[in-house]
């Protein structure tokens, strides 16, 4: 079982590798970190006519960005419950609005390049392994009431016809959510920010950031580009570039697994083209890929990277013990990547100093808020608006350092402890 850094690239065609960075370069915006946050703010200055300068320091969305599980909906790693009572009702109401508005952006993207290679897909199953009728209906109800946000409830039986598992109970059904290829996704961004006259540099990593005056001055190895803004956008990979920021978040990793193809098996098990999460804090997401032939199949987190057989093997176990009918399905490839979280769940998007910005901390739910946060970001930066304050009651704050780290791997083990307990309850 090869343990490789994603699937999506093999089977997708890379672009060629782009130019690193030499020599001395003028530019209105530099980007540091080429993932989907940095993308996006890049691609939304260049749509504002800005001059932009990407800094990757691998090749464009080598990090979480381009192996995640491609799933796209609403909402924040933070529940909604913790957000409101933090800033109040109103602007909790702004902020979950602005997370539909990323996930619109998204399919916007889609749509205005073109991207038929991130095979969008359609809908989002959100499933409980508890009997949950009423909480799923009074959430329907609520989105509906709140933010004219339409789900499906889905019974029981309908689950079971559409997803052959005894686990699961009822369900709520998102049709505006959808899934893609996210590393198709990246590069497309990347292209139309050349398009529109910016510069991409890969294996370009910044090494220093000082000022020089009302300019920005960013280093790599082999070059420099001298900016009045720039944005650090480098995600669970930030190091020592900005210390405030490396001290504010903690690298989370998560996984996700391939299975060997089996179109038969598979359709015995799951008779959906739309992606499949469970409620659960860090619980199951999968969904069918390569037109029903395989499962990419995600979840799990540890503060630290497993060893790649163990973590394909605690991925078959689930994959096994919501679908024992898989148990011969074996796993093809298996990988990991890197989620930034801040210690209160939610994005840090915010100005560190004088054309000093930061876009990052998306946590496990970065599809629709790295859209998001790099539409703020540019919006500050030519001054169109300043809703990236809405995130500031978060705040940079430290992440605790090591005690930081065994809190988080505790925590998480208490939690899946306690849905364990959940569920067993309501099984037996
Ligand atoms: C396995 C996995 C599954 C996930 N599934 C989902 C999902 O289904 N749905 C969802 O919404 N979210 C999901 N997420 C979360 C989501 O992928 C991330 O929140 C999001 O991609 C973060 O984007 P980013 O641009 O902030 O960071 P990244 O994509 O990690 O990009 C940061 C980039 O910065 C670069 N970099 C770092 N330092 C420097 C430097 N000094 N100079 C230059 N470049 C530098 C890195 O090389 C990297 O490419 C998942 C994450 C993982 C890891």
Request: glycine fraction near 12%.
């Amino acid at each position: 079982m090869p343990y490789v850094e994603t699937y999506y690239g093999p089977a997708a065609g890379a672009d060629a590798q782009r130019l690193a960075l030499s020599g001395r370069i003028e530019a209105d915006a530099c980007i540091v970190g080429g993932g989907l946050a940095g993308l996006t703010a890049a691609l939304e200055l260049a749509r504002r006519g800005r001059k932009v300068c990407v800094l990757e320091g691998e090749r464009v969305a080598w990090g979480a960005s381009g192996r995640n599980g491609g799933f796209v909906s609403p909402g924040y790693s933070a529940r909604y419950e913790t957000i409101e009572r933090q800033v109040g009702a109103h602007d909790a109401k702004s902020l979950h609005r602005l997370s539909i508005e990323g996930a619109e952006a998204v399919a916007a993207n889609l749509d205005a390049l073109g991207v038929a290679d991130a095979n969008r897909a359609d809908g989002i199953f959100a499933t409980s392994r508890y009997e949950a009728t009423a909480e799923l209906q009074r959430r329907r109800d609520w989105l509906e009431r709140e933010f004219d946000y339409r789900v499906e409830f889905r019974t029981q039986a309908q689950v079971q016809e559409t997803l052959a598992s005894r686990r699961y109970f009822q369900a709520l059904y998102n049709p505006h959510a959808f899934h893609l290829n996210p590393l198709n996704y990246a590069r497309a961004l990347a292209r139309e920010i050349e398009r529109l006259g910016g510069e991409v540099f890969e294996a370009s990593p910044a090494n220093s950031l000082t000022r020089d005056g009302a300019v920005g001055v960013v280093s790599t190895g082999g070059g420099q580009v001298r900016a009045k803004d720039v944005v650090i956008a480098c995600g669970g990979y930030t190091g020592g570039l900005a210390p405030k920021l490396r001290r504010s978040y903690l690298p989370i990793a998560t996984y996700v697994m391939l299975t060997k193809p089996d179109a038969a098996l598979i359709g015995g098990a799951i008779r959906t083209t739309a992606a499949i999460g469970d409620g659960r804090r860090a619980g199951d997401y999968y969904r069918l890929v390569e037109g029903g032939e395989r499962i990419l199949w995600g979840g799990k987190i540890t503060t630290r990277r497993t060893e790649p057989r163990q973590l394909a093997r605690l991925l078959h176990q689930s994959m096994v013990s919501t679908y024992p009918q898989l148990a011969d399905l074996e796993v093809d490839m298996a990988w990991s990547g890197l989620m930034a979280y801040a210690r209160h769940l939610m994005p840090q998007i915010g100005r560190l100093g004088e054309g000093l910005w930061y876009c990052t901390a998306f946590g496990g739910h970065g599809l629709n808020t790295t859209a998001i946060g790099g539409t703020l970001v540019a919006e500050a930066i030519v001054g169109d608006s300043d809703r990236y304050r809405l995130f500031e009651p978060f705040g940079l704050t430290w992440n605790g350092g090591l005690a930081g780290r065994c809190a988080v791997q505790a925590a998480y083990w208490a939690l899946q402890a306690t849905d364990l307990v959940n569920e067993r309850r309501l099984l037996h």
